[in-house]
Structure formats: structure tokens, C-alpha cells
């Protein structure tokens, strides 16, 4: 079964960065493409970052030079580094797995994990 868990989120002043985690489970992490994604109220959820298995990295244009992903094979973990943040980062942020690259670009998945808050606000 698989199962992803999401870290390191929280309150954090315009200007500032925050590192997310995502650990994943239940499957062999370096066969599969990860995705970041995010969901503000009131909104849809939207493709933030995707690295794929050999680590070819896509951004969405709101966060390109500001977010980096990264993925440690060994750990099973991808990483989502996010600097000079803003208001309109304000999310729920969520990872997601799949080994086909086109079900990451369209979000194709049965499953979602809890999510990590984060606020950017003064």
C-alpha cells in the first residue's frame, strides 16, 4: 500500500523559506516520478513541481527560480526547497508518485495524502 507522507510546513513571513519533505512507502521509490502540488481555498489543485526518475525537473511558472525539487533515492524522500515566498504561496501542499510521467503532469491519482499547511503572512 502505498503511502506518502508530507512535512514540514508552517507559518512563515513574505521573503522567507521553508523546506518540505515527502517520505513514501510501499513502493520502490526510484522507479517513479514525484510531483508537488498544491491547493489554496477555494481553488483547484494545482502541479507545483515534478522531478522525474532520472531526475529531470518541471516547475510551474509561478514558482520557477524561487522552489527547487530534489529527490533522495535513498531515503525515499523528494524534497520541495522553497525561497522568497508570498502570500499567494498559501496552500496546502501534497506529493503524489506514479512511474508514468503523463499521470504526474495530470494529476492522475486514486489517492492523496494529508497534506502540509503553508502560510505566508506578516
Known amino acids: 500500500q502505498v503511502q506518502l507522507v508530507e512535512s514540514g510546513g508552517g507559518l512563515v513571513q513574505p521573503g522567507g523559506s521553508l523546506r518540505l519533505s515527502c517520505a513514501a512507502s510501499g513502493i520502490i521509490f526510484s522507479a517513479n516520478a514525484m510531483g508537488w502540488y498544491r491547493q489554496a481555498p477555494g481553488k483547484q489543485r494545482e502541479l507545483v513541481a515534478a522531478?522525474?526518475?532520472?531526475?529531470?525537473?518541471k516547475y510551474a511558472d509561478s514558482v520557477k527560480g524561487r522552489f527547487t525539487i530534489s529527490r533522495d533515492n535513498a531515503k525515499n524522500t523528494v524534497y520541495l526547497q522553497m525561497n522568497s515566498l508570498k502570500p499567494e504561496d498559501t496552500a496546502v501542499y501534497y506529493c503524489n508518485a506514479d512511474i508514468f510521467w503523463s499521470r504526474i503532469l495530470e494529476q492522475s491519482f486514486a489517492s492523496w495524502g494529508q497534506g502540509t499547511q503553508v502560510t505566508v503572512s506578516s
Open positions: 522531478i522525474t526518475q532520472s531526475s529531470n525537473t
